[in-house]
């Protein structure tokens, strides 16, 4: 036997693997190289390069099932319980030049072979931010939610598109049976009507047109020629998407205006009437007004039921952007939070914030019946929306939206009320807002720590101030070198990778520390965890 050199053994043995790789790749093609046609009785001329048989399918459906199949191994394995391991790291920290040479972004002419594409998967995962680790606490979302995250993959595999009945059945009904329960728990008991869209800022710019529709209907078809100069008011503690609504539809930034909100940041009804006046004897027209129940930073809810008053005595749209809040209505215990919503005109929703859908899963409802998003939106594409289709064609719901290609999203938050109950997301909300009560309460017992202000909802506002800091008199000067502290504890844990928590100033207040507490996977100990981390990540300072 004559014994082969390892080096020229494992060369040949790779082009061997390469060669089965590519014959294997050619029949799922469906064409066939100049080798393999050599092999055959009757040869033929190799065909020219980018040919290709339009008899036969390009698609190996074993090789495909394959590579899913190991796809979702990784998936569960990485993303699902490494991600939510409390002794693994929230992320890996890079910065953007590093992590370009890390995950090679460059797009070339070839395909990769399976094994690398398995491995970008498995780098997608490593270097994202794990958001559903129990230390993550930097958004308005946070968890690993089982049934969402399996509805979002069946939307995917099945890969349809929401804006007619006839190519998404099930996904249709299933937004129809959400959205039905959702305007029934707000309390609008003679209905309403509603969309799921990407995003709250979306929906909060649904509730903007709609608004300025009701109040000037020509405005569709002439535009901005056809009304006076209109005002939308809103707390100076709102979402940022109520000004970028009002630039993206003509109404102009300067044209909202900003009303002031007490310590707690809750809108003031008494200067929300002084706002309107004003507006009035500058010769505007306000048309609507924007509530927030929960606000991004402080978690304020704004008196609902104060501004309905308000807004029925001037005849303005009320819309209450609860993107961030509106869990709280599920929970007998919170829903006094929203006490008046059943008065107001529309109302924006996330079940991917405190509820823990899949991102995105946002929905905007309107207490309408008479079609005011059918006929604000719509386009009556023929192609899309004929008439005389051969089923009851109100279930179209595609020219309600500003969107043609729309996630069946509704089914994330279907799947998960099933399997949970009404009860269970009630017990979720209830949780959340125990432990940031608990949160709250060893803040006030530790040195150094100090609350911006008592939690209203799952918001946690606090101060870290080193050892350093402690003893100075309170002063301009002692502000000044406390907001430098958040930005080097933040930088800190992010490079470690111990946990998030976000950080901000907000008006004369110098930066700190927001904690959201949300996942019902984060115990007493994580969130002790993350204030001893604190003060060993900045008693430098």
């Given at each position: 036997?004559?014994?082969?050199?390892?080096?020229?053994?494992?060369?040949?043995?790779?082009?061997?693997?390469?060669?089965?790789?590519?014959?294997?790749?050619?029949?799922?093609?469906?064409?066939?190289?100049?080798?393999?046609?050599?092999?055959?009785?009757?040869?033929?001329?190799?065909?020219?390069?980018?040919?290709?048989?339009?008899?036969?399918?390009?698609?190996?459906e074993?090789?495909?099932?394959?590579?899913?199949?190991?796809?979702?191994?990784?998936i569960?394995?990485?993303?699902?319980?490494?991600?939510?391991?409390v002794?693994?790291?929230?992320?890996?920290?890079?910065?953007?030049?590093?992590?370009?040479?890390?995950?090679?972004?460059?797009?070339?002419?070839?395909?990769?072979?399976?094994?690398?594409?398995?491995?970008?998967?498995?780098?997608?995962?490593?270097?994202?931010?794990?958001?559903?680790?129990?230390?993550?606490?930097?958004?308005?979302?946070?968890?690993?939610?089982?049934?969402?995250?399996?509805?979002?993959?069946?939307?995917?595999?099945?890969?349809t598109?929401?804006?007619?009945?006839?190519?998404?059945?099930?996904?249709?009904?299933?937004?129809?049976?959400?959205?039905?329960?959702?305007?029934?728990?707000?309390?609008w008991?003679?209905?309403?009507?509603?969309?799921?869209?990407?995003?709250?800022?979306?929906?909060?710019?649904?509730a903007?047109?709609?608004?300025?529709?009701?109040?000037?209907?020509?405005?569709k078809?002439?535009?901005?020629?056809?009304?006076?100069?209109?005002?939308?008011?809103?707390?100076?503690?709102?979402?940022?998407?109520?000004?970028?609504?009002?630039?993206?539809?003509?109404?102009?930034?300067?044209?909202?205006?900003?009303?002031?909100?007490?310590?707690?940041?809750?809108?003031?009804?008494?200067?929300l009437?002084?706002?309107?006046?004003?507006?009035?004897?500058?010769?505007?027209?306000?048309?609507?007004?924007?509530?927030?129940?929960?606000?991004t930073?402080?978690?304020?809810?704004?008196?609902?039921?104060?501004?309905?008053?308000?807004c029925?005595?001037?005849?303005?749209?009320?819309?209450?952007?609860?993107?961030?809040?509106?869990?709280?209505?599920?929970?007998?215990?919170?829903?006094?939070?929203l006490?008046?919503?059943?008065?107001?005109?529309?109302?924006?929703?996330?079940?991917?914030?405190m509820?823990?859908?899949?991102?995105?899963?946002s929905?905007?409802?309107?207490?309408?019946?008479?079609?005011?998003?059918q006929?604000?939106?719509?386009?009556?594409?023929?192609?899309?929306?004929?008439?005389?289709?051969?089923?009851?064609?109100?279930?179209?719901?595609?020219?309600?939206?500003?969107?043609?290609?729309?996630?069946?999203?509704?089914?994330?938050?279907?799947?998960?009320?099933?399997?949970?109950?009404?009860?269970?997301?009630?017990?979720?909300?209830?949780?959340?807002?125990?432990?940031?009560?608990?949160?709250?309460?060893?803040?006030?017992?530790?040195?150094?720590?100090?609350?911006?202000?008592?939690?209203?909802?799952?918001?946690v506002?606090?101060?870290?101030?080193?050892?350093s800091?402690?003893?100075?008199?309170?002063?301009?000067?002692?502000?000044?070198?406390?907001?430098?502290?958040?930005?080097?504890v933040?930088?800190?844990?992010?490079?470690?990778?111990?946990?998030m928590?976000?950080?901000?100033?907000?008006?004369?207040?110098?930066?700190?520390?927001?904690?959201?507490?949300?996942?019902?996977?984060?115990?007493?100990?994580?969130l002790?965890?993350?204030?001893?981390?604190?003060?060993?990540?900045?008693k430098?300072?």
């Amino acid at each position: 036997m004559i014994l082969m050199p390892q080096k020229e053994f494992e060369v040949n043995r790779g082009i061997v693997e390469i060669s089965g790789k590519i014959k294997k790749l050619e029949a799922g093609l469906g064409v066939k190289s100049c080798e393999s046609q050599a092999l055959v009785a009757e040869p033929e001329k190799c065909s020219p390069a980018g040919s290709f048989d339009v008899n036969s399918s390009t698609a190996d459906e074993q090789v495909a099932e394959s590579f899913i199949r190991q796809a979702m191994e990784i998936i569960v394995d990485e993303a699902v319980k490494k991600a939510t391991n409390v002794q693994e790291k929230v992320c890996e920290w890079h910065s953007p030049e590093q992590l370009k040479k890390l995950l090679d972004l460059e797009l070339r002419d070839g395909g990769e072979a399976e094994s690398e594409i398995l491995q970008r998967c498995r780098d997608a995962i490593r270097y994202s931010v794990k958001t559903s680790h129990p230390r993550f606490f930097n958004q308005l979302y946070a968890g690993m939610e089982p049934y969402s995250m399996v509805a979002s993959f069946i939307a995917e595999a099945v890969k349809t598109n929401l804006y007619t009945y006839e190519v998404a059945p099930v996904f249709t009904l299933m937004e129809d049976a959400v959205l039905r329960k959702m305007i029934k728990v707000i309390g609008w008991e003679e209905g309403g009507d509603g969309i799921f869209n990407p995003g709250g800022s979306l929906s909060n710019m649904y509730a903007v047109n709609l608004a300025r529709y009701r109040y000037c209907p020509d405005f569709k078809e002439v535009g901005m020629f056809s009304a006076p100069r209109l005002v939308i008011l809103t707390s100076q503690e709102c979402h940022y998407s109520i000004s970028k609504g009002a630039a993206l539809m003509g109404i102009g930034t300067k044209n909202v205006y900003t009303v002031p909100t007490d310590e707690r940041g809750r809108m003031i009804p008494s200067a929300l009437e002084e706002k309107i006046m004003l507006a009035k004897s500058e010769g505007a027209v306000p048309f609507m007004v924007n509530a927030t129940a929960g606000t991004t930073v402080l978690g304020a809810f704004d008196p609902i039921d104060e501004i309905a008053d308000i807004c029925e005595k001037h005849n303005l749209w009320l819309h209450v952007d609860a993107c961030w809040g509106g869990a709280a209505i599920m929970s007998k215990k919170h829903k006094h939070l929203l006490k008046g919503i059943h008065r107001v005109d529309s109302v924006a929703w996330n079940p991917h914030k405190m509820l823990m859908a899949s991102l995105q899963c946002s929905a905007f409802l309107v207490r309408d019946k008479t079609s005011l998003l059918q006929h604000c939106h719509s386009a009556r594409a023929s192609y899309l929306f004929q008439q005389d289709k051969f089923y009851d064609v109100s279930y179209d719901t595609g020219d309600k939206s500003v969107q043609c290609s729309r996630k069946p999203d509704a089914f994330k938050f279907w799947l998960m009320w099933k399997a949970l109950g009404s009860r269970e997301l009630e017990q979720r909300v209830d949780r959340a807002l125990a432990m940031a009560r608990y949160l709250a309460e060893e803040i006030k017992k530790r040195e150094g720590f100090r609350l911006v202000l008592e939690p209203e909802y799952a918001n946690v506002c606090f101060w870290y101030l080193p050892p350093s800091m402690r003893n100075l008199p309170e002063s301009p000067e002692l502000w000044k070198k406390l907001h430098t502290v958040a930005p080097v504890v933040k930088q800190r844990m992010m490079k470690k990778g111990s946990m998030m928590v976000g950080y901000q100033p907000l008006g004369e207040k110098a930066n700190f520390f927001r904690m959201v507490v949300i996942s019902p996977q984060v115990s007493r100990q994580d969130l002790d965890f993350v204030l001893d981390e604190i003060h060993n990540l900045g008693k430098d300072l």
